[in-house]
């Protein structure tokens, strides 16, 4: 079996392959110096201009960038709508910054005159016991 | 430069560094030479490089497409492509197996192109011949050439860069984009193959 694989590669090495035909060296060789001529000639900017790699890297760019642009705009959209906390409840959820913006009293007992702390009750908010606002209303209009 | 090029241009076609069918073959000194010279623009290079690897490429191609015609549109279209991309090829490392790469590439894309053809039979196609006027040979010639025209042409393009451009598989499986061990049973396949058909035809 080994010996019918040498005589398959003693075949292959006793016989060549094909020379190319004579004529076709002058055509080649004139298309080349050709397309070489043709290339050197080309500027730079020439070349960025007409290459395909960057064509296609130009490409993907504007559609990553339009791509992002789409998404973030939406992104952002979401976001706007229903998660804006009121300012106030941001005031009592952080003690420490409420703690700094509001200054201490003088006197420990004195009350402030406003505010939910005075005891009296806030402005447009029905008092302790009154009536309800609907009713105030009424009242109002008569 | 052009004393340079001049220099490496006329070793180009000189250099013999391996006995045998690669006589003629420049190192890969000079390969990288003559591509730097061609980097540079430099004409002639192209013709000393059509001097050192057109008869590869044409028997590359020729193996590949099973046409003389389409062997030598394959030549003419490395060598436009070579010119074309003449400021890169600098970079190359490997100056030998870039070009039988690009050949080979051509050559599939040529006959995948070329459909029509492919129902053709490949029976009158001379993959080989005689190195010389000698009657037997040239019969064992076309007897070579009739049992590899019933090869697949990977098998073909393995046998061919092993035996005919001296390759290693990895070289090889460099050229043919594939790895080396699939380069290695492709060559181990295609022999085994040729050694049992040259056995029936007995």
Not at chain 2, 46 to 55: G, T
Not at chain 2, 72 to 88: M, P, T
Not at chain 2, 161 to 183: K, N, Q, S
């Amino acid at each position: 079996m080994r010996d019918d694989a040498d005589k398959v590669e003693e075949l292959l090495s006793m016989l060549r392959p094909p020379e190319p035909a004579g004529g076709l060296e002058t055509r080649v060789l004139r298309g080349a110096r050709e397309a070489l001529a043709r290339e050197a000639g080309r500027d730079i900017w020439t070349r960025i201009w007409e290459s395909r790699p960057l064509r296609v890297a130009w490409g993907i760019s504007v559609s990553v960038l339009v791509i992002c642009n789409v998404a973030l705009g939406g992104l952002r959209a979401g976001r706007r709508g229903p998660a804006m906390p009121p300012a106030g409840s941001t005031r009592e959820g952080n003690g420490e910054l409420t703690a700094i913006a509001v200054q201490p009293p003088l006197d420990e007992d004195a009350r402030p005159l406003i505010g939910r702390a005075s005891g009296l009750p806030a402005s447009g908010a029905p008092p302790a016991g009154g009536a309800p606002a609907k009713t105030r209303g009424k009242e109002n209009a008569s | 430069m052009a004393a340079v090029s001049d220099d490496i241009l006329r070793k180009g076609s000189e250099g013999r560094d391996r006995p045998g069918d690669n006589a003629g073959e420049p190192s890969p000194e000079r390969w990288r030479g003559l591509f730097a010279a061609l980097a540079a623009g430099d004409p002639e290079a192209l013709e000393a490089l059509y001097r050192v690897a057109a008869r590869r490429i044409f028997g590359l191609a020729l193996w590949r497409t099973g046409s003389v015609e389409d062997a030598g549109d394959v030549v003419q279209e490395v060598f436009l492509r070579l010119a074309q991309k003449h400021r890169r090829v600098a970079r190359v490392r490997d100056p030998r197996s870039w070009l039988l790469g690009l050949a080979h590439h051509v050559a599939v894309d040529v006959a995948r192109g070329r459909t029509r053809r492919a129902a053709e039979p490949l029976d009158d196609v001379p993959f080989l011949r005689a190195p010389e006027e000698d009657g037997a040979r040239a019969i064992d010639a076309q007897r070579a050439s009739a049992l590899l025209a019933e090869l697949p042409p990977a098998q073909r393009d393995a046998i061919y860069l092993r035996h005919f451009a001296e390759c290693t598989f990895a070289a090889i499986g460099d050229i043919t984009g594939v790895p080396t061990f699939t380069a290695a049973s492709r060559y181990r396949l295609g022999i085994e193959r040729l050694r049992r058909l040259l056995e029936d035809k007995r």
